[in-house]
C-alpha cells in the first residue's frame, strides 16, 4: 500500500518536461460513440499525453482501479476487468515514461481497451497495458519513430530518438510476439504507419472489433 500511494503522489506532482515526440495532431473523430460503449471506467483522451492536469489525474484514476481490482482479486478470488476507452493521437514521451512506476499494478490488472484512435505513443500504450484491445469499424491506429519537433514544426532525429524508438518498438514486439527487427521496420521506418484492417488482425493489434457499436447523435 505504501508504494502505491507513492505512486499516486509521483502522478500528481511530478513534471518532467521533454521535447521528445510531440506529436503533430493524429486525433480524429469517429462517427460512433466511444463513450457510450462498455461503460468505461477511464479514458485516455487527446490531451492525456500532452496536458500534465489530465495526465496525472487520470494516471492515478487508473492506478486506483489496478489496485482496486486487484485487491478484490485476492478478497473474493475473481477480478473485476478494468475498462479504457482510447482516442489518443499520442504526445510526449516522458508522459508515457512515467507509467513505469505503476507497471506493479498496471501489468498485473486485467484491462479491457476499446479503441478509437491510438497513435504514437497511445499506441504503445495500448499494446503495452491492455489484455484486450478492441477496435471501432473506423478505428485509426498509427505508430511512427520517435522525434524532435523544433518551434517551426520541422521533425529532428538523433541517436536520442532512435534508442528511445527502438526500446519502445522491442517492447510492443514482445507482446505481439514478433520478430524484434522486423516489427521495427514495419512500424517505424517508413515513416508513419497506419494499419489497415487485415494488419491490425495479422500482427494481434486488436483483438476484437466492435461490429455495431452506438453512433453518436
Known sequence: MKKVIIAILVFSSIFAVSLVSFDRDYSRSSKFNLRKLNDHSIVIGEDYFTNQQVFSETSAALLR??????????????????????N??????????RLAVAD??????YIVCTVS???SMAFTFMIKYCDERIMLP??????????YQNLFGARRYDDNTRRIALRHSDLEAKVL?????KWFDISRENGDKVFTKDELIKYKIATGF???PPKKD
Not at 510476439?177 to 527487427?181: A, G, K, V
Open 65 to 86: 482501479e489496478a489496485v482496486t481490482a486487484l485487491t478484490k482479486k485476492k478478497a473474493w478470488g475473481f477480478e473485476p476487468h478494468i475498462k479504457i476507452a482510447i
Open 88 to 97: 489518443s493521437g499520442g504526445g510526449y514521451v516522458s508522459f508515457f515514461e
Open 104 to 109: 506493479g499494478a498496471l501489468l498485473e490488472a
Open 117 to 119: 484512435t491510438a497513435a
Open 138 to 147: 473506423d478505428a485509426y491506429i498509427l505508430q511512427h519513430q520517435v522525434y
Open 177 to 181: 510476439d514478433i520478430d524484434r527487427d
Open 210 to 212: 466492435i461490429k455495431e
